[in-house]
């Protein structure tokens, strides 16, 4: 079975410094792997994604992610965070076959500090 | 183009009233998922259909519970009794083709608080 485990339920940095979340999966087979932002009072948005091919990922608002397989690892990066990037960040696996879900890690609070 | 639209974005209501959430997925989207979320258990999965017909519906956490999606454009999740601890917010979230890359798309949520 495939499952999600984000490190860290809170973590903070400066504006300007660098943003690291972590995200290991579990899955039987190769996954799919997402990321995904909630701001305040929002829904969750998709910053980006990971099938097949490129194992460096880029998504939106300057947000990269990186597959490394023999890690089981997707962790999200951004070389210099902004105010604006405070939320809650989910990563998420599905399996590939039509199991039909996505099984969401436990989401880390991101905070920057001016 | 529109996303997933929830309607209401809050209700308040008391204890033992029904509560019917709606949801209007993205035109075209053949999958539809209804999540549950609270600080204690995170994001639930609670039911999700295709093309109209319940696929899993393991989430559902009792029998008050119940969802339908009478045509490809509206599902609505009711909650008969409602309880305190139903309180929560519930999203709906809809994709095309599940078996594919494609992500889900959710919507703004509908924040319940059963008094």
């Known amino acids: 079975a495939q499952s999600v485990t984000q490190l860290g339920s809170h973590v903070s940095v400066s504006e300007g410094a660098l943003v690291l979340l972590r995200c290991n999966y579990s899955?039987?087979?190769?996954?799919?792997l997402f990321w995904y932002v909630q701001y305040p009072n929002q829904g969750l948005q998709l910053l980006l994604k990971y099938t097949t091919g490129a194992t460096l990922v880029k998504g939106i608002n300057g947000f990269e992610a990186e597959f490394k397989k023999s890690e089981t690892s997707f962790h999200l990066t951004k070389p210099s965070a902004h105010m604006s990037d405070a939320a809650e960040y989910f990563c998420?696996?599905?399996?590939?076959?039509?199991?039909?879900?996505?099984?969401f890690g436990q989401g880390t609070t991101l905070q920057v500090k001016p | 183009d529109a996303g997933v639209i929830q309607s209401p974005r809050h209700e308040v209501t008391e204890m033992g009233q029904e509560v019917t959430l709606r949801c209007k997925p993205i035109?075209?989207?053949?999958?539809l998922f209804w999540y549950r979320q609270t600080m204690m258990r995170g994001l639930e999965l609670l039911i999700y259909?295709?093309?109209?017909?319940?696929?899993?519906d393991s989430g559902m956490p009792e029998d008050r519970f119940s969802a339908k999606m009478p045509n490809a454009s509206f599902s609505t999740l009711k909650i008969q009794p409602s309880e305190p601890r139903d309180s929560a917010v519930y999203f709906c979230a809809s994709s095309l083709f599940q078996d594919s890359n494609q992500p889900q798309h959710f919507g703004d949520g509908t924040r319940l608080s059963i008094l």
């Open positions: 259909f295709n093309n109209n017909v319940p696929i899993d």
């Open positions: 035109s075209g989207h053949d999958y």
């Open positions: 899955s039987s087979v190769p996954p799919y």
């Open positions: 998420a696996v599905r399996g590939s076959g039509n199991t039909g879900k996505l099984i």
